[in-house]
């Protein structure tokens, strides 16, 4: 069975940082594309940042500079760390992990930029 398990989301200021993490369990995780995706209220998912099983990382124009990802091959673990926040970053965060063939989904972990 496959799982994709975030956490580390929550409320933050304006200009504050987290970091999410996405535990997979249930695949080859070596080989999945990992990719973090948001949906804001009212608004369609969309990619925020991706990493290939070779490090080629793909980062939406929205969050260049200011959000990072890393992925820990050992411990099937992706982690998205967030910088310099902004209310407009508030949404629910997905994990992903995705081949040619496969594509599955974490439930998400809310993230709330607010003073």
């Known amino acids: 069975q496959v799982q994709l398990v975030e956490s580390g989301g929550g409320l933050v200021q304006p200009g504050g940082s987290l970091r999410l993490s996405c535990e997979a369990s249930g695949i080859n995780f070596e080989i999945y594309t990992m990719g973090w995706y948001r949906q804001a209220l009212g608004r369609q998912r969309e990619l925020v940042i991706s990493?290939?099983?070779?490090?080629?990382?793909d980062t939406a124009d929205s969050v260049k500079g200011r959000y990072a990802v890393s992925r820990d091959n050992a411990q099937n673990t992706v982690t998205l760390q967030l910088n310099s926040l902004k209310p407009e970053d508030t949404a629910v965060y997905y994990c992903?992990?995705?081949?040619?063939?496969?594509?599955?989904w974490g439930k998400g972990t809310l993230v709330t930029v607010s003073s």
């Open positions: 992903n992990a995705r081949t040619t063939v496969a594509d599955y």
């Open positions: 990493v290939t099983d070779s490090g080629i990382v």
